[in-house]
């Protein structure tokens, strides 16, 4: 599995590879699925109901970094 980042690319495959995707994620560690499922729980409610075409980034900050 390969991710890009930053103009290059990194190889997750590897235990090296992903070690160097999750120090480039601002908390330094990858999701909980619960944190993940959470996310999924909101937008399955009522809660987003006045957030119409919204987008909803769980990466920890990665891609605000």
Do not use: Y
């Amino acid at each position: 599995v390969f991710l890009k980042r930053s103009g290059s690319i990194i190889n997750i495959s590897s235990i090296n590879g992903l070690v160097t995707f999750v120090t480039h994620i601002s908390w330094q560690r990858l999701a909980k699925t619960e944190e993940i499922t959470h996310m999924g729980l909101f937008l399955a409610s009522d809660g987003p109901a006045m957030l119409p075409a919204a987008e909803f980034v769980v990466d920890g900050g990665l891609t605000a970094a």
